[in-house]
């Protein structure tokens, strides 16, 4: 039996989420090697060399004129601006503070695309948010330290949250005209070419690196990059821009089981309750309220005490 599209966008959010909240622990080990902009370099050329294998395999042609708008614009914004503020972000404050303030995103996301998209806000959709974001600040509270913040990490950490809000919605349109591996790849190469700047840095850093740091810079254009992308572009394609946003709300509550299970960093009891709030908003914000079925019509000429009355679903 095949499998609904719907289903089908549910399982591609699901792996660019999982895959997304790999990033994290990947990036905390190449980002000791890498310099900010060397590591998201590195990570794009890496992704942008699987993604074009892939497109010659399927004998995938260029993007049509329509989606090149947005592509270039959440090539520039997300794949190039949002990546490299974020490694330099990470390098400045502690993970809990920068997975609080990143996380302001879907919260962008979901006004940018009213706003500019159209989309609609149903009473679910913000319910959820509203939850998401509290188990968001309950996990960056919970994992912050003691003064260890920085007003620079702060600030980058918003400039990568507007860049990943303004990247989304400039890509949903797109999407429209585009696949979502053409927009995938051209996306990533768009990135690529405006991070080729930090050429130097990513020889310089290569050739000082331990092999784990680059399997793992590696690692993040293969899966989190390259995967990762187009199954969200694949899933957006199918839902809209404030809905897909909130999803990505499950990330921090992943990261820090990842970070539970492979760096041996136990989260406390309000970490865990925060995380649980994280998933519980995901899922209120993609359920959908049940509709009762349609009364049946009347038969013909049948009296008032004949029909059947429509079944509650109170």
């Given at each position: 039996m095949n499998a609904s599209p719907s289903r089908l966008a549910a399982g591609a959010a699901t792996v660019t989420v999982l895959l997304w909240a790999s990033a994290f622990v990947s990036i905390r080990s190449a980002g000791a090697a890498y310099a900010p902009g060397a590591l998201a370099l590195g990570r794009l050329l890496s992704g942008a060399l699987a993604l074009g294998v892939i497109c010659l395999l399927r004998r995938e042609g260029l993007p049509p004129r329509a989606a090149w708008r947005g592509?270039?614009?959440?090539?520039?914004?997300?794949?190039?601006?949002?990546?490299?503020?974020?490694?330099?972000?990470?390098?400045?404050?502690?993970?809990?503070?920068a997975a609080l303030v990143v996380n302001i995103g879907p919260i962008l996301i979901a006004l940018l695309s009213a706003r500019l998209l159209g989309d609609a806000m149903p009473p679910r959709l913000l319910a959820g948010m509203a939850v998401s974001f509290a188990g968001a600040v309950t996990v960056g509270l919970s994992m912050s330290g003691d003064g260890g913040s920085s007003v620079l990490g702060v600030v980058l950490c918003l400039l990568a949250a507007g860049a990943y809000a303004a990247g989304v919605v400039a890509q949903k349109p797109a999407l429209g005209a585009a696949s979502a591996l053409q927009a995938t790849t051209f996306g990533c190469l768009v990135g690529a070419v405006a991070c080729l700047p930090f050429a130097g840095q990513l020889v310089h850093d290569a050739a000082r690196a331990p092999v784990s740091a680059t399997l793992n810079m590696v690692y993040l254009?293969?899966?989190?990059?390259?995967?990762?992308?187009?199954?969200?572009?694949?899933?957006?394609?199918?839902?809209?821009?404030?809905?897909?946003?909130?999803t990505t709300y499950a990330v921090p509550a992943l990261v820090v089981l990842m970070s539970w299970l492979f760096l041996q960093e136990v989260p406390g009891p309000v970490t865990l309750v925060g995380g649980a709030l994280c998933l519980a908003g995901v899922a209120v914000s993609r359920s959908r309220p049940r509709t009762?079925?349609?009364a049946p019509a009347?038969?013909?000429?049948?009296?008032p005490e004949q029909v059947p009355a429509a079944e509650s679903w109170d």
């Open positions: 592509i270039a614009i959440s090539g520039l914004l997300w794949f190039g601006f949002y990546m490299v503020v974020l490694n330099w972000g990470e390098q400045q404050v502690d993970a809990g503070t254009g293969v899966f989190p990059t390259a995967l990762a992308f187009t199954t969200w572009a694949y899933a957006l394609a199918r839902t809209t821009a404030s809905r897909m946003g909130a009762p079925p349609p009347p038969e013909p000429h049948a009296t």
